[in-house]
C-alpha cells in the first residue's frame, strides 16, 4: 500500500456535504482507504479571487493504486459530483488534488508529483501540517510544518 495525501476544495453548493461526499467517493474503491483527515478550513480563494470563499482539508489515503490510475479515479470522482471544468482557478463543486504519493517525484503534462504549488498554499499546508507534519516534500527536502513556517515567515 502506498501512503498518498490528498488536498480537497469546494467553494460551490454545499461545501461540506462536497467535502464528505468526496471521502466517501474515495473510500467506496477497495484500492482506496482514507486513513487521516484534517479538520475543515474556510479560505479565501486563491488566483482568481471574485469568487465565494473555499473550504478546504486534506486527507491521508493509503491506495494500491498507482499514481496514473489514482488521477483518473479522483478526476472521476471530481465530475460525478458534479465538476465542470470552465476555468483554471475558477469556482468548483469539489477539487482534489493529488499533494504527495510516497517520496514519487513524477513529471508528467497531466500529473505533477509533489503538487507543483503546495508549498506556496496555506490553504493546504495548514491542514496538511495538522495530519502530517513531519513528512517531507521530496524535491524541496523540508518537512510539511517547516515549508509552512517558510511561507508564513514571506520565505
Known sequence: MANVYLGMGSNLGDRE???ESAI???????????TKRS??????????????EFL???VEIDTRMSPLTLLETVLGIEHSLGRI????????????????YEDLEIELDDL???????QKRSFVLE???EIAPHVK??????????LKEDLERGD
Open 85 to 100: 471544468r470552465e476555468e483554471v482557478w475558477g469556482p468548483r463543486i469539489i477539487d482534489i488534488d493529488i499533494l504527495l
Open 127 to 129: 491542514p496538511l501540517a
Open 17 to 19: 456535504e462536497n467535502l
Open 24 to 34: 466517501d467517493a474515495l473510500n467506496s474503491f477497495d484500492e482506496i482507504e482514507v
Open 56 to 58: 478546504n482539508m486534506c
Open 137 to 146: 516534500h521530496p524535491k524541496l527536502g523540508k518537512t510539511v510544518v517547516e
Open 39 to 52: 479538520s475543515v478550513l474556510e479560505t479565501a480563494p486563491y488566483g482568481k479571487t471574485d469568487q465565494p
Open 112 to 118: 505533477s508529483i509533489p503538487h507543483k504549488e503546495m
